[in-house]
């Protein structure tokens, strides 16, 4: 007689971490030995991975320094393998820049990337294309940091000369100058709204969450229904742990824009930390519907919750789909052995239900 077995939710759940737990022992090498790693030390168990692109669009084939840059923790140098590969691992929660602006042939390169947690069960991977452009008559000027901008019409002369300047400062890394200057910005033009809001952007960016928030609630009671300030002020009161208040803000802000994916993630995200993981689930699949391919790791955030469930065809559809999205990812043999089990436990006969 066959022995029929049952594996309960619970274990499936202890199985993917027992498995995903061999991804702290990564130092070295990575992904098969394809890829070498920079190892932060940074406190948590997150990977920045990415690949750098020529201006013709292929990979480069050469090494190439690259530096992931904190206003908490400083510079850390890292470099691109023979393909154009890079990976950062250990990384903690917080706002980093990588930054590629020793190459005399190219102009210099920043983008801005922004880990949420320390820790999870499955650690996080963020995903960066960075594609080099000649640098024009052998000079280059500093990429400016992207954030979400507002409108500014009617904004006075001298108030938006001064929010000119502290974008300069900005993308030489100056925060607390740029700060100053748009501080100065609102004195001359109190209604600034993008002042305030850029404002909160910038202490995002420091980590300063409480100055954020003041900043960005400042922009709201101006004009309450600013896209802009909203989502920021929702990102901010998410990392500050505040997931009630932050809830109610992504709730404005998809009223101001329905279509927002990025309020759909955060709002999934939120509902996840309050324990309400099937409005989660609804939340990143709309995110995932409107923009498939950008983000990515919320398949991964949604085969968190399959797991939990034990619906291990959806575990091994979300990990799938992540990992076609993100064939790179430093930890793709452990979420494979992953779905090679969620696949096993599809196939376990499950016992006859009494009538």
Known sequence: MVSKTRISPRCLLLLGVVFLSSMALASAQIAGGLT??????????NYIVGTVFSPDGQPINTRMSIRLSSPTWGDILGSTDDSGRFVFSGVGSGVYTIVIDREKDFEPVMREVEVIRARSTVPETYTVSIRLRPA????SNAAKPSVISASNAGVPKRAMDLYQKASRLASVKDYEGAIKQLKLAVTKYPAFVNAHNQIGVLYLQLNHLDRADEALKAALKIKPDAYEPLINRSIALFRLARYRDAEIVLRETLKAKAESSVAYYYLGRTLNKLGRNDEAEVAYLTCIKMSPDEFKEAHRLLAV???????????VEELETYLRLVPTAPDAADLRKVIERSKGVSATPQPDRKP
Do not use: H, W
């Open 136 to 139: 024009a008559n052998g000079s």
């Open 36 to 45: 070498e790693t920079t190892n932060t030390r940074l406190g948590g168990n």
């Open 305 to 315: 919750i399959y797991l939990d469930r034990g619906a291990a065809p959806r575990v």
